[in-house]
């Protein structure tokens, strides 16, 4: 496998070309990237190799995808960028991931399903953590109810840290405002709506109990319902704790009503993060929900029923590992079924969980990487789940 990684000099591409230039299966890694020196560096460091190239040079773009079986897009933010290097890759008839986090750009990419099927392309779209791992989690939880009526997924925002700080915003700082700016979509009433960002929401947690999150404008209510159309309810959540919150609400609003423009809005958040604490592991102090998940509610043997499906090993402890890894495994593990797709709708989340597990910290069991729990279980099968899960969720339930 020939494997173009597009932004492979970022957090996110240099983590997931890291993988993908040790695995048995990938013959070439290249390295593209907008700073022919920052691809070198990266590529003599892993024994690749580099390729200058501006994404929105779309026949240059072609041509160099051609060379290649699969192109990797970390390219943020995807709103500006994701669809049109989709479209390089459709024509260019090469197969294609990313970890596409904003929901406009994905609906759009959704829309390119039948051109894709047309030239025999393969893309999977948001293959990261939220959405991605987030995304099969909800694929578990759901397939172990009779029907389901409502999802949520969640991500802590405080693990979403960089691997470097830098008072400039990146790219996930500004899709970060673009998100807390505008109206976002959701699933109420099996129709998608669009709602002001960082609605509070409470979850109610098989095992755990009450946790608090804040609706956030990324991709899983559009995929999921895309996948799912019987669902009733689908939101994503932020969670995080109101000191952290309280910032992304004003600058949110402060854009709204003119007084701030997003770039400057996106600086002020650069400088915000890094304020927030450096370690990721701060983030169980402060909030009771696990740092990945997804709930599934509906029906069981005919009784109401909430599953939930918590991420119980991690990749890392910053946001390049806990997105380029599952990106990396997605790539090696990319079917063969023409059209675009989200990860819920291609990937088994066992075979998956599996095969990201050696990967994780501490190469850890594969029945561990994910920690079910069951509003119909005991409390004391529940507490048998989580203590036994992972380190993660057992030190959740003995906060309480």
């Known amino acids: 496998m020939r494997v173009l990684v597009l932004g492979g000099a970022g957090e ?35 024994g690749a190799q ?18 290649h079986d699969i192109v990797v897009n970390t390219v943020g933010p995807y709103f500006r960028f994701g669809p049109g290097i989709l479209a390089a890759a459709i024509e260019a ?15 759009t990419m959704l829309d ?37 009526d409502s999802v949520v997924t969640g991500w802590n925002l405080l693990m979403a840290q960089p ?5 400039q915003p990146s790219a996930a700082i500004v899709h970060g405002i673009e998100q807390v ?32 999150g804040w609706t956030f404008g990324h991709p899983e209510p559009v995929t999921l319902f895309h996948t799912y159309p019987g669902l009733v309810d689908c939101v994503n959540l932020a969670v995080a704790p109101p000191h952290v919150i309280g910032p992304l609400t004003a600058l949110g609003t402060a854009v709204r009503s003119g007084f701030l423009s997003r770039a400057r809005a996106a600086s002020v958040a650069a400088v915000v993060e890094n304020l927030l604490p450096s370690s990721p592991l701060a983030a169980l102090d402060n909030c009771a929900l696990p740092p990945l998940f997804a709930t599934a509610t509906g029906t069981l043997d005919g009784e109401p029923a909430t599953i939930g499906c918590a991420l119980g090993q991690f990749p890392g402890l910053t946001m390049a590992e806990a997105t380029g890894i599952p990106l990396a495994v997605g790539t090696v593990l990319h079917p063969k079924q023409p059209g675009v797709h989200p990860p819920e709708a291609v990937f088994d989340p066992e075979e998956f969980f599996r095969a ?17 729990t069951n509003s119909q279980w005991s409390s004391e099968r529940n507490a048998r789940a989580l203590d036994t899960g992972s380190l993660v969720t057992a030190l959740l339930r003995h906060k309480r």
Not at 50 to 67: K, Y
Not at 364 to 369: K, T
Request: glycine fraction near 8%; charged fraction near 20%; proline fraction near 6%.
């Open 163 to 167: 691997a470097q700080r830098s008072w």
């Open 181 to 212: 700016s505008t109206p976002i979509p959701v699933i109420r009433g099996n129709e998608q709506v669009r709602e002001k960002p960082l609605t509070k929401t409470t979850v109610d947690y098989p095992g755990i109990g009450s946790g608090t």
């Open 12 to 46: 996110i591409g240099r983590a997931a070309a890291r993988m993908l230039a040790a695995h048995e299966d990938v013959e070439q890694v290249v390295i593209g990237d907008l700073s022919e020196s920052n691809a070198r560096a990266v590529a003599e460091a892993l």
């Open 50 to 67: 580099a390729r200058q190239i501006d994404v929105t040079e779309h026949d240059r773009l072609v041509a160099l995808v051609r060379e």
């Open 93 to 107: 008839g090469r197969d294609y991931v990313d970890v596409c986090d904003d929901p406009a750009p994905t609906a």
């Open 356 to 372: 990201l597990a050696p990967h994780c910290l501490g190469n850890p069991r594969p029945e561990s990487m994910v920690v079910t």
């Open 112 to 148: 390119m399903h039948e051109q894709a099927v047309a030239n025999g392309v393969t893309a999977v779209i948001g293959m990261g953590a939220s959405p991605g791992v987030a995304n099969l989690l909800a694929r578990q939880a759901i397939s172990g109810l009779d029907r389901a």
